[in-house]
């Protein structure tokens, strides 16, 4: 392993183990193919399973693997029109499982995201019996101070250049704290615990995932 994947791992054991602590289940995984294996050991067959903008589980091929197999995918993507995309969004709120990333997360155990419409913190926060974070060792940061301010200042105006709406960040690539009509920093949320226990799930994995 190079000097990065000794670090991340020995961070990645550190996080694990501070996740425990706060009633998460928390697993690390050294790569994406060790991370698929374990998410998907978390998804039960036949569940129904929905997702927000989860760039990272995309990225190790967890959306792929959900949309062949044996699980009821709600596919956002499949709406024809704004309004049909809308509801398939609604329903993720009712899913056995749901899969996100993290804009950030402290070395303490704290989960740090920031969204634009909501569906995705509402999900995190109640509705799906099961979360399941995917998350890249470079979303973690030493405190909450420092994982508020790379979800706010790194995470949130890499994540606008996706979007063709007109913010300041999307201009200028660094955040104006604004109160735009397009701004996507509109919920904060700071997931410290997990109740009921083992209901958020995540798989830590030892590559750079997402934004």
């Not at 899969?99 to 704290?110: C, F, M, P, V, Y």
């Not at 709406?165 to 509109?186: F, M, Q, Y």
Request: proline share 4%.
């Amino acid at each position: 392993m190079d000097p990065k994947q000794i670090c991340y791992e020995k961070r990645g054991q550190v996080l694990v183990k501070n996740l425990r602590s706060r009633h998460f289940e928390a697993y690390y995984c050294p790569n994406k193919a060790a991370a698929l294996e374990k998410a998907l050991e978390l998804i039960p067959k036949g569940a129904s399973v929905g997702w927000g903008g989860a760039m990272s589980a995309q990225q190790i091929g967890l959306i792929d693997a959900v949309r062949a197999g044996e699980y009821r995918a709600i596919d956002r993507d499949l709406g024809q029109t704004p309004a049909e995309r809308e509801k398939i969004m609604k329903q993720c709120l009712g899913a056995d499982v749901f899969l996100t990333g993290a804009n950030a997360i402290s070395l303490d155990g704290q989960m740090v995201n920031i969204d634009g419409n909501g569906n995705r913190v509402a999900a995190i926060v109640y509705g799906p019996d099961s979360v399941i974070v995917i998350a890249g060792m470079n979303k973690v940061t030493d405190t909450l101070e420092s994982a508020l301010t790379r979800a706010r200042t790194v995470a949130a105006p890499m994540n606008k250049q996706r979007f063709d709406t007109p913010t300041p960040c999307a201009v200028t690539g660094a955040c104006a704290d604004c109160k735009s009509e397009a701004c996507i920093c509109n919920q904060i949320l700071i997931t410290r615990n997990c109740r009921p226990a083992g209901r958020i799930k995540f798989v830590l994995v030892g590559e750079e995932l997402g934004l």
